[in-house]
């Protein structure tokens, strides 16, 4: 069921005009933010330069947002969703924070969602769990990057309509990011024509790849791959290792070939098209300057990991512009964040559907080398993006969400 947003924002509204006249009387206190991150296992890679990406976007701004200082408080959740819990539960009640930021996987959103809308305390998230802005939908979380979907629908329309691929293989890591990004994926590419012939899925934690490398069918126009974390350079590495690199054409979702790993793949990754929210590359001013920084600070490009934070910023400086500072009013916070169109992101402009998911633009990326660095160019842009893509909400939200089993595969050979 669909938790209505509706009586929050009603109420809210009044609140938001009285807030954008006068501070409350705790406004000179910092601003308290609780940042959920992964520092160890599969997924440090990303969830570090999640960290980065949030202390560099402070660091641009002064320390502050809209004017108040921030005390930002870190917890690594370790990519297990009962320490993201037990995280989210000290920031929340030890440190007092005033919302939540994060987490980096779907699992772990999951595994907080019932606290935290119980707690009545708002979540600003990078973690594309698709229900999590659908049918399951909270009053207080919002999610400024994409759903695992979103960048997926684009990068099958692109395949089958431009690269005029006609048969593939999806290939994923075995959890719900995985599963929702191939699905979305599926749906698209067979709505345009094109037929998924094969699925392959691998643990998180997959040792190698090698026994999956083997199952690929020779005859496939290409592969979709939907990895997290260093996943997408430890797969690629093996694809070309196996010889079937310049072979068959590797595509992929968000953070397939994201920043994070870019430089460690190199040459393997060169031609690799995938969809982003994202990229180093998008051309305005907001991003140059981040561009700079975490090239300055960091030695690295930003990517979906590290660009995440900064988009979440921006959208909070925006809000609290508009409620004049006031972050205890928790209902009006979350109505300005909803209510507002923020331009000035490193993303471009986004604004938030009713169900707490942005729309913007999607990035099709084609992987280069410009000197001695590799770069995701942008190929072409898919504007304004909804999470729902051209379906109808109603309808898509009828069905169930996107999952191994769904959509049904109609063409898969033995």
Not at 216 to 223: L, M, P
Not at 240 to 255: A, R
Request: hydrophobic share 40%.
């Amino acid at each position: 069921m669909i938790v209505s947003r509706r009586g929050l924002l009603q109420t809210a509204a009044g609140a938001v005009g009285i807030a954008a006249t006068a501070n409350t009387a705790r406004a000179d206190e910092p601003i308290r933010l609780g940042f959920l991150t992964v520092k160890t296992g599969p997924l440090a890679a990303g969830g570090i330069q999640m960290e980065q990406g949030m202390v560099l976007w402070l660091k641009l701004n002064g320390g502050k947002i809209a004017g108040r200082e921030v005390k930002l408080i870190v917890a690594d959740t370790a990519g297990s969703p009962a320490t993201t819990r037990t995280k989210a539960q000290e920031l929340v009640e030890r440190d007092k924070v005033h919302l939540l930021l994060g987490p980096v996987a779907a699992f772990e959103a999951l595994a907080i969602s019932d606290y935290t809308n119980a707690q009545k305390i708002p979540v600003l998230g990078v973690a594309a769990a698709e229900d999590m802005c659908q049918r399951i939908a909270s009053p207080w979380f919002v999610r400024a990057t994409s759903s695992s979907g979103q960048c997926a629908h684009a990068i099958a329309h692109y395949a089958a309509t431009e690269l005029k691929y006609k048969r593939m293989t999806i290939i994923g890591d075995d959890f719900a990011f995985g599963h929702e990004q191939n699905g979305a994926f599926l749906r698209v590419f067979e709505d345009n024509g094109g037929k998924v012939v094969q699925k392959l899925w691998s643990p998180l934690n997959a040792p190698d790849y090698g026994t999956y490398i083997s199952q690929i069918k020779s005859n496939v126009d290409a592969v979709f791959m939907s990895f997290a974390g260093s996943n997408g350079f430890r797969f690629t590495k093996a694809f070309n290792e196996y010889g079937l690199g310049g072979k068959i054409p590797l595509i992929g979702g968000m953070t397939a070939m994201d920043e994070a790993i870019l430089q460690q793949t190199g040459d393997d990754a060169l031609g690799i098209i995938t969809a982003n929210w994202y990229s180093a590359q998008v051309d305005n001013p907001a991003n140059k300057e981040f561009v700079a920084g975490m090239q300055r600070d960091y030695k690295v490009d930003p990517g979906y990991y590290s660009g995440g934070p900064a988009v979440l910023g921006a959208v909070l400086e925006a809000a609290l512009k508009t409620t004049g500072g006031n972050i205890d009013d928790r209902a009006a916070l979350m109505h300005a964040i909803h209510a507002n169109v923020v331009p000035n992101t490193v993303r471009g402009t986004l604004r938030f559907d009713e169900y707490g998911q942005a729309t913007g633009n999607v990035f099709i990326r084609r992987v280069e080398k410009k000197g001695s660095r590799y770069i995701n160019t942008v190929i072409k842009t898919y504007p304004d993006v909804s999470q729902f893509w051209t379906y109808n909400p109603k309808e898509f939200l009828a069905n169930p969400v996107y999952s191994r089993d769904y959509p049904v595969a109609r063409f898969l050979e033995a």
